[in-house]
């Protein structure tokens, strides 16, 4: 039978990575520093810069009170060990107890000493001095004009809450658990330096290539850092974005799911075999371009001459007269199709 003491130290562990790196279903139950501080913490569209630098400071004192917690969850969960009694338990259990409050003494000397001078010190405040320049006489009025346009309905923002991208009209932000990083667009350039491809993703059922933007200010003072998002989203991003974006080597983004089918697809065509018709025609699979139509029906070109498009090519709801999209010879994508001959093909 297994122990009170594993079953506690196993659940403690998955809570505690569960709580840090936070789930949807932790989220969705409100189990997030954000929410069981909200009252705290404020409102994030009301004052974006003071919000995080509460909340990056109440992360630090939760986060750093973690093992202090399993010590005491196990005085109750094992309470043959005697754990309350500091004098009668083992020396690992002493020193562990040990560590654990000097962690917690740590982070709160920390956090006391961010907030010194309204917050002078903060490692965020300290980011936005780093971009005090005129118009902006110090840090309180760039986390000003951070605030007003963080209130913009047109600004650009995507990831979970411990991973956010934020883009306004003049400012770069990324919104991590422990530090917000920012950069002044009209000083930055992006770099688009790798992509990744994803099988299963949990909030869609076709693959993700998720792309990583490498982000870099021209001001010294300024760290450089990272920001990743779907290629989906790599347009809208576009968009907002001022500064110029560059593509390193080999980086090839998908920006959309037909432009991932069709590459999907011309890969799988490219392997197909030429196949002979009865009557000796030639049909002849290529990847050359294609074109869709509304309706979802992909034109086949046998010999040089579009086949013909009968009401049993096309989807239910679309018109059997529907005029064909202009092709090049040879731009063959079709799942069905009845040739000029009646020759039913199935590719």
């Not at 006391?112 to 980011?127: K, L």
């Not at 913009?152 to 991973?163: H, L, S, V």
Request: aromatic fraction near 10%; proline fraction near 6%.
């Amino acid at each position: 039978m297994e122990s009170p003491e594993l079953n506690f130290t196993l659940a403690y562990i998955v809570f505690s990575l569960c709580f840090v790196f936070t789930p949807n279903e932790f989220r969705t139950a409100g189990l997030t520093i954000q929410n069981l501080f909200s009252s705290w913490l404020g409102s994030e569209d009301v004052g974006f810069t003071q919000y995080h630098i509460r909340r990056t400071s109440i992360t630090v004192l939760v986060h750093s009170a973690l093992p202090l917690g399993y010590y005491m969850g196990m005085c109750i969960a094992a309470p043959e060990k005697n754990l309350g009694y500091i004098h009668q338990v083992r020396d690992s259990w002493r020193a562990f107890l040990l560590l654990s409050l000097f962690l917690q003494l740590a982070s709160w000397t920390l956090v006391i000493y961010w907030s010194r001078r309204h917050w002078h010190n903060h490692p965020m405040s300290r980011a936005l001095q780093a971009h005090v320049q005129p118009p902006h006489s110090n840090w309180g009025a760039v986390a000003t004009s951070i605030n007003t346009e963080f209130r913009r309905i047109d600004k650009f923002a995507t990831g979970a809450p411990g991973a956010r991208v934020i883009v306004t009209d003049s400012w770069v932000v990324k919104v991590t658990t422990y530090h917000v990083y920012m950069a002044l667009q009209s000083d930055c350039h992006v770099t688009v330096t790798e992509s990744r491809q994803h099988q299963l993703s949990p909030d869609s059922v076709s693959p993700a290539q998720i792309l990583t933007l490498r982000v870099e200010s021209i001001n010294p003072a300024v760290r450089s850092f990272d920001i990743r998002l779907n290629s989906t989203e790599y347009a809208e991003l576009r968009e907002k974005l001022h500064a110029p974006i560059r593509n390193s080597a080999n980086v090839v983004i998908h920006q959309t799911i037909s432009e991932l089918f069709l590459e999907t697809f011309r890969a799988q065509v490219d392997l197909n075999q030429p196949y002979t018709l009865p009557s000796g025609q030639e049909l002849r699979m290529s990847a050359s371009s294609v074109s869709v139509d509304p309706c979802g029906v992909f034109p086949v070109w046998v010999d040089g001459l579009q086949a013909a498009k009968t009401s049993k090519d096309l989807r239910p709801g679309c018109p059997a007269g529907s005029p064909a999209p202009p092709v090049e010879p040879d731009s063959v994508y079709w799942t069905s199709v009845w040739c000029a001959d009646k020759t039913h093909i199935q590719i």
